[in-house]
């Protein structure tokens, strides 16, 4: 490939490489770059241009626009580093959102307030079936994806700096927490069994480990110590669109956790355990094939189960018990906040539920049960002896004018 090197004045070339193809555009590209300080900077300039065109990872950031570059940095960095799961999220953002509102601005003229601009229209009308806006938790996704492209472009010196560093998404709304007490959860639990619901054994293991539905449904039977009573977290299920269910570990070392079981827990895990090998011998009479994945919570054939499926026949029975805004992830939310109301130590909750700090659980808790406040406060008056109204009254001297 032909290139070389003009001198223009002292201690500054220009480099110049002809040939080769934009791996984004497939025109064919003719390199300039200059070049300050000694000769030996410029060659190295030529020879590392020479072997990017070559190779097809050259990009010109005058003229890409950020449409190209996102979907170069989708195939390029994404799909090989990420998770499948992240990975589709961040496509999704990028393709349905990113390209058509702002694929079409030139990479290296990007401003933050055009980024900025982006969030205020994806709040008001982002939504693409033109129902509205997206939420605040929607547009601050689009802006980590969008931040970490950039960032790369960033280290691949296309561009000096990243404009989305300057753009502030919306602040999330705090999540509303629905938690069922005590008395709640025996309702539904009282109604699945009555129905003989085949997600019973699986909703009692929720509601007395508060592990979430993928790690439940990923739980196998060497990950369950019924002697020891003890369950470990090692997995979880996902479904990747188009590539159906597969297992990956947690995200992070608090998420891969052994959990003490109670023993209403061990209780169910032992009929589960009874139940198995009746549906082994029953799908092996009918002709059908017997998939062991070792899994606890599987289908009759031993298959994972399906997660939209548990969901929907989850809210089907929360109705039926009388709760028909109750989702499956509200019995691990149910789990924590009864765990609290009972003095458990919060540490202990993170610990359970496999956050990732403390300070998440509290966030998340603190504000759920109205009465852990004030019975905090009557801890206080306890050891403090009397309540301080009382205190005062003693010792506040009397100001009264006589």
């Given amino acids: 490939m032909p290139g070389h ?37 410029a060659e190295r300039v030529l020879h ?12 010109d950031p005058a003229k890409v626009t950020l449409g190209e570059y996102l979907e170069h940095w989708l195939e390029a960095y994404a799909k090989p580093n990420l998770a499948p799961l992240t990975f589709n999220g961040y496509r999704d953002v990028v393709m349905k959102h990113l390209l058509p509102a702002l694929g079409s601005l030139q990479l290296s003229r990007i401003q933050p307030m055009f980024i900025q601009r982006y969030y205020a229209r994806a709040l ?82 929720a509601v007395y480990t508060g592990m979430r539905q993928g790690e439940l449904l990923a739980l196998r039977r060497d990950d369950v110590g019924l002697e ?5 977290v090692r997995q979880a299920l996902q479904r990747i669109p188009g590539e ?16 003490a079981m109670p023993t209403l827990l061990v209780e169910t895990l032992l009929a589960v355990q009874a139940e198995q090998p009746q549906n082994r011998k029953m799908i092996a009479e009918i002709g059908y094939p017997y998939h062991d994945h070792g899994l606890v919570f599987c289908n009759s054939d031993g298959k994972p ?9 989850f809210k089907t029975l929360a109705a039926r018990a009388g709760f028909p805004d109750v989702t499956f992830h509200a019995l691990r939310h149910s789990h924590a906040t009864v ?14 539920l496999g956050h990732s700090t403390i300070s998440i659980t509290m966030d998340t808790y603190s504000h759920v049960l109205p009465g852990l406040q004030e019975e905090a406060a009557c801890k206080l008056d306890s050891a403090f002896g009397q309540p301080l109204g009382n205190r005062e009254a003693k010792t506040r001297p009397d100001r009264r004018v006589h």
Wanted: with cysteine; glycine share 8%; proline share 7%.
């Fill in 339 to 352: 765990l609290l109301a009972q003095g458990v130590h919060p540490k202990v909750v993170q610990e359970r």
């Fill in 244 to 259: 159906g269910h597969s297992f990956k570990e947690p995200k992070t070392e608090k998420g891969r956790r052994a959990t």
């Fill in 5 to 41: 090197i003009e001198k223009r004045r002292k201690s500054s070339y220009l480099v110049i490489v002809e040939g080769g193809c934009d791996p984004l555009t497939g025109k064919r590209v003719r390199v300039t770059k200059a070049v300050k300080g000694p000769k030996r900077e």
């Fill in 124 to 205: 008001e009308a982002g939504r693409r079936d033109g129902k509205g806006g997206l939420s605040p938790r929607s547009v601050r996704y689009h802006h980590a994806v969008l931040r970490e492209a950039l960032k790369h472009a960033v280290k691949w010196r296309l561009i000096p700096v990243n404009p989305a560093d300057a753009a502030e998404p919306p602040k999330p709304k705090r999540p509303q927490v629905k938690a069922l007490g005590p008395h709640d959860i025996a309702r539904i639990l009282e109604t699945a069994d009555a129905l003989h619901h085949r997600d019973r054994y699986l909703i009692r293991a």
């Fill in 228 to 232: 020891a009573g003890t369950i470990y």
């Fill in 48 to 59: 590392q241009l020479i072997a990017e065109i070559e190779t097809g990872t050259y990009i």
């Fill in 305 to 313: 189960l399906d997660r939209c499926g548990v969901t929907r026949r």
